[in-house]
């Protein structure tokens, strides 16, 4: 009996239907906001049929946290620079640029409107959050290893994401590489 299951090559097709309905995701929230489209509209959007979704993510509200997820973590990656003002300053240039950049605003909107829908929503947003909170603590706790005085993972995230992603949602664009390092310095 063969206890070996089949290597899944990244970058194949399930990787490109995963890129297609993601897009089709974040287009349709530029297009129409959260709410207001339907698996069976991301499905044709995507070039699928419906259920390649609901077998991948069981129902929208899993897909739409899986888009978020995903566009953070690719985007906004955790820095090690080897210094704690270092992989802020990294950090938080590569996240104004995420959410300034063509899809950015459609992707804060997201989380937005995920951690305010309802019971699942705040599942999704709890998701989200706790995420970003992980990865934000990695990299406090390395800094710490290091002999370094670090903040605490919420003031980071009040202090340097909130401001950026307020600014964003207001339109107050932007984000200038000295208004980042100010927003770093003062945690720091």
Not at 47 to 62: F, H, K, M, Q
Not at 129 to 146: H, N, V, Y
Request: aromatic letters at 4%; a negative charge.
């Amino acid at each position: 009996m063969n206890d070996r299951q089949p290597a899944r090559r990244p970058g194949g097709r399930s990787a490109r239907v995963g890129a297609e309905v993601h897009q089709a995701v974040t287009d349709l929230i530029s297009e129409r906001g959260y709410g207001n489209f339907t698996v069976g509209e991301v499905a044709a959007r995507a070039g699928v049929a419906d259920s390649s979704i609901y077998r991948r993510w069981g129902n929208l509200e899993t897909l739409l946290t899986d888009v978020a997820l995903t566009r953070l973590n690719a985007q906004s990656p955790m820095p090690d620079t080897g210094s704690l003002v270092g992989d802020l300053r990294t950090y938080a240039a590569n996240v104004a640029r995420e959410i300034t950049g063509p899809d950015g605003l459609a992707v804060v909107r997201l989380a937005v409107a995920l951690s305010s829908n309802g019971q699942a929503g705040l599942r999704a947003g709890d998701d989200l959050r706790a995420e970003r909170m992980r990865q934000l603590q990695s990299m406090l706790d390395r800094a710490r290893d290091r002999g370094e005085h670090a903040p605490d993972a919420l003031d980071v995230l009040d202090h340097i994401l909130a401001p950026m992603y307020i600014r964003v949602l207001f339109g107050m664009i932007p984000l200038s590489p000295d208004y980042i390092d100010g927003l770093v310095d003062r945690v720091v």
